[in-house]
């Protein structure tokens, strides 16, 4: 309190009128609490500043400050999701611009300043960090990526990137994997913005994907507003970081509600129905982390860090150089300095009083290195996808999914695999069979002739052969279905209702074998053998 004796009295009232403003954008409006009477009488000391005795000013602003400090209290115990989205909305939250100046110790911004930009709305910018180990500095060059929402808001639209602002941003990530630069990204939009001209928005974000899960750097993320694919195209990173007042979902509440409640065009959202929505969605930083989305969280003060919270950007700072040590460790081929090293970062505690590190990491990486960087990071986005279809179904529709796999496969590899491959099959049988032959018949001819003498085989009442050759198809196989032996004539019949119906000469081999003896212009059926009828149209042993 004495400390804000000493500030100036219109800075004291600036600021007293600024914690009201917040705690309005969290609630969603002014007439929460007392804050519209609090502001009327922040105002109203204002007016009268220089008409009031110093001491009895500061005693009035004294109460406010009480009052504001009970209330914030209040509101941080108990934040609702949609609370946490407005209060990644306010305009005093801090942005990519005070991660810059706070953060990085210095930072050539590249593509274009301000609004002499292809889109203001994303900002690179090569920027050094550095470390403190042992009284040593050590400086790291990194290329910064990110969203940019405050200011010059007017140009800036919300932090929406469009297309070819999406393209900068993977431009420079390529120059970054050709400097061999870690890169980090910082995600701050609600979403991309809807437009589809050339290159397109959908299409942009694929191509951003499809190239980061290749880029040979170590990537790093951190998440305050993350919507929808907007957040995608610079967030697919080796590690991801999330403010705890953030949040991240794939579509904002406010979209969720509209679809939800099937509103029109320009009609007006329930406020109930987006709280609703905003709670549904699972997008604060616990959630996440119980989903897997992201990998750690960073904490802020208890109602979100703003742009005057140096304490919060040093913690960040160390945070982020703390994960681009962890990928790069991950890369090591040996396995024992990796562990060790992993062990000492995860032991290693924040000290904001001291912002050391034990040991020094180089973030450059070997070939070696940048395939294995590559393995990690599609198993990392391969896994997190896994078992979240499956947990929401029950166990009826799991057994059932379950066995349409299987019926799948069986078909599979019966109609897709066997029937394709039969020949080569049929021919791999008749060399393996020829081969062994000799040595066979050899070996089970006696056999063969004593089993014959004890058990001689019925002769056929109508006194045919049925071993004959000539009476045995040449296309019947034992595991191929039975075709009649009338194909085995090399003629052509032509059929009873030709004059009729003008149907052509037909080649017995094919009558009686694709056609199965029935005439493909008229139908008419020709007259088959019984064993065709029992060995295709009935059940084996029916």
Same mark, same amino acid.
Request: proline share 4%.
């Given at each position: 309190? %004495? ?111 301000? %609004? ?22 050590? /400086? ?7 969203? @940019? =929402?405050? #200011?010059? %808001? ?18 420079? $990530? ?67 970081? $999330?403010?705890?007042r953030g949040y991240y979902s794939v579509i904002s509440p406010e979209g969720a509600a509209a679809i939800e409640g099937r509103i029109k065009e320009g009609g007006k959202v329930p406020r109930e129905l ?25 904490? %802020? ?40 090293? +992993? ?10 009083? =001291? ?9 450059? +990486?070997?070939?070696? @290195? ?10 990392? /986005? ?9 947990? =929401? ?17 069986? /078909? ?27 040595? +066979? ?59 009729? #119906? ?30 065709? /009828? ?9």
């Open positions: 309190m %004495e400390q804000k004796r000493l500030l100036d009295r219109g800075k004291y009232l600036t600021e007293l009128a600024d914690r009201i403003n917040y705690l309005a954008d969290i609630k969603g409006g002014i007439e929460w609490g007392s804050l519209q009477d609090l502001l009327d009488r922040v105002q109203t000391l204002r007016a009268n500043m220089f008409d009031m005795r110093e001491d009895e000013l500061f005693v009035e602003m004294d109460r406010i400050d009480k009052r504001l400090e009970f209330l914030e209290d209040q509101v941080a115990q108990d934040l609702s999701p949609i609370e946490i989205v407005n209060i990644v909305r306010s305009p005093q939250r801090f942005t990519l611009q005070d991660i810059l100046e706070n953060c990085y110790d210095s930072f050539t911004e590249l593509g274009g300043d301000g %609004e002499c930009n292809i889109d203001p709305a994303v900002v690179v910018a090569r920027a050094t960090i550095t470390r403190r180990v042992k009284n040593k500095i050590y /400086y790291h060059q990194v290329m910064v990526i990110g969203h @940019e =929402k405050g #200011y010059g %808001e007017e140009f800036r639209n919300g932090g929406c990137a469009k297309p070819w602002g999406n393209e900068k941003a993977l431009r420079y $990530m390529k120059v970054a994997e050709t400097e061999g630069i870690p890169i980090h990204s910082y995600i701050f939009t609600p979403g991309a913005y809807p437009i589809e001209d050339y290159p397109g928005a959908a299409q942009q974000i694929a191509r951003n994907l499809f190239q980061m899960s290749r880029l040979r750097v170590p990537i790093v993320a951190f998440i305050s507003e993350g919507g929808s694919g907007g957040a995608e195209a610079i967030g697919l990173a080796d590690i991801r970081l $999330m403010a705890s987006v709280e609703h929505c905003a709670a549904q969605l699972k997008m604060t930083a616990e959630d996440n982390l119980k989903l897997k989305t992201i990998d750690r969280i960073i904490e %802020e003060p208890p109602l979100g860090a703003r742009r005057g919270d140096f304490a919060f950007f040093k913690r960040l700072r160390y945070e982020m150089v703390r994960a681009t040590d962890e990928v790069v460790l991950q890369t090591k081929s040996f396995r024992a300095f990796r562990s060790y090293a +992993l062990k000492r970062q995860s032991q290693e505690k924040f000290d904001s009083f =001291k912002d050391e590190f034990k040991i020094h990491i180089k973030w450059s +990486l070997t070939d070696s @290195e940048k395939k294995r960087l590559l393995e990690l990071r599609s198993k990392k /986005y391969r896994a997190m996808g896994k078992g979240y279809d499956v947990l =929401k179904q029950p166990l009826t529709k799991r057994l059932e999914k379950a066995v349409d796999s299987l019926k799948q496969n069986y /078909y599979d590899i019966r109609y897709g695999l066997l029937r394709q491959h039969s020949r080569q099959v049929q021919k791999i049988i008749e060399e393996v069979s020829s081969e062994g032959s000799v040595f +066979l018949k050899t070996v089970t001819e006696p056999v063969r002739v004593a089993y014959d003498f004890v058990f001689p085989k019925p002769k056929p009442a109508n006194g045919v052969n049925q071993q004959d050759p000539l009476r045995k198809s040449i296309f019947m196989q034992d595991w191929e279905q039975y075709i009649s032996p009338l194909a085995n004539e090399d003629k052509t019949v032509s059929c009873p209702n030709a004059e009729k #119906y003008g149907c052509k000469d037909l080649w017995v081999p094919d009558l009686y074998g694709e056609f199965s003896g029935v005439c493909p212009t008229c139908g008419h059926h020709f007259p088959l053998e019984y064993q065709w /009828y029992l060995e295709n149209l009935f059940d084996p042993g029916s």
